[in-house]
């Protein structure tokens, strides 16, 4: 099982700049390659300041500068957002910068908040039909001349350029949750990125099934990978409590989440307070016990336990996400932490 990091610059409050958060989310990613983590993941949002990325690709360029083994991923291009002839070449571009290391995730979008503003309201709900159009435009265009006359996008002959360096393409992944989501990733040969998000490991087995059962129907297509991804920290076993403020900062993260994806209150100035803890009342997978349980935080005992149950049910890789709304020292402990005493367990 190979280990990935999924970060974002996110900014709880204008006390720390937007470049002190790039040189953070540098730092992170410069450990992870030193101690052997496959690739870096960064996303797509728009107009918020708790996950700061208007476009993985400038972020995954000047990474490929810094870097030399570890993989760039976009993690992941909205697809209704995007026209396919600029997702190719975009990131051919950017696989040709780091000489073969890209990697792209796309996905339809989540947020009705940035679906307002950069897709002239299209109900997000619809974002599918974007990005089952997208992939096989994309891959199309990677290979030379491809005309297209699609539902969504109309376009004349026409060609990615540059070319990526990976041949016959990049790997690409489809961030997926339902059945139909998984199938049409496994039938197109695209990996599968999944997150439980604040669900226990039953949904990883879950999630792990309807990859299987996407798989099975398509004996014809070489096998895909299965990413599961996870909001992650470790802490001292000399800190008994240390759970606890990872616990509290991911409740916040996630009560932050459901306030943007509501869609019921105007941001001021790209921020917008958590939901309150009120509402989540009768909601106990938002309470810091429920979180120390169904988020990856731990001991490294605990964490490399927890992990060789998710190799032995067939994850490729998996993915320390490390937004949690935590400062950066306390990340970077984390992270440490994962490198030094979690990673030598799964050499």
Known sequence: MRFSLFVHM???????SHRQLFENLTELTLMAEAGGFSTVWIGEHHAM????????????SYL????STIRLGAGTIIAPFWNPIRVAGECALLDVISDGRMEVGLARGAYQFEFDRMAGGLPAT?????????????????????????????????????????????PMWIAARDPDSHDFAVANGCNVMV???????????????????????HPEVERPELMVLRHTHVHSPDEPNGW???????????????????NKTTPVNGFLEPSPESKFAGRPEFEPDSLHKTAMIGTPEEVIERLRSYQELGVD???????????????RKSLELFIKEVLPAFA
């Not at 300041?49 to 995954?60: A, C, K, N």
């Not at 606890?244 to 509501?262: L, N, Q, V």
């Open 317 to 331: 890789e998996f993915s320390f996400w490390c937004d949690n709304s935590l400062p950066h020292e306390e990340k």
């Open 64 to 67: 490929a500068a810094r870097t």
């Open 126 to 170: 619809d974002g599918g039909k974007h990005l089952r159009e997208m992939v096989p435009a994309v891959r199309a265009l990677w290979q030379g001349d491809y005309a297209h006359a699609g539902e969504i996008w109309q376009f004349p002959t026409s060609t990615s350029v540059p070319k990526p360096v990976q041949q016959p393409t990049p």
């Open 49 to 60: 300041e708790y996950t700061i990325s208007p476009s993985p690709m400038p972020l995954l």
């Open 10 to 16: 996110e900014r709880w409050d204008e006390e720390v």
């Open 195 to 217: 997150t439980p998000l604040m669900k226990g490991d039953e949904e990883v087995v879950d999630l792990k099934n309807k990859f299987e059962t996407a798989v099975a129907n």
């Open 244 to 262: 606890r403020p990872a616990a509290e900062a991911i409740s916040k993260f996630y009560r932050t989440f459901d306030a943007w994806f509501g």
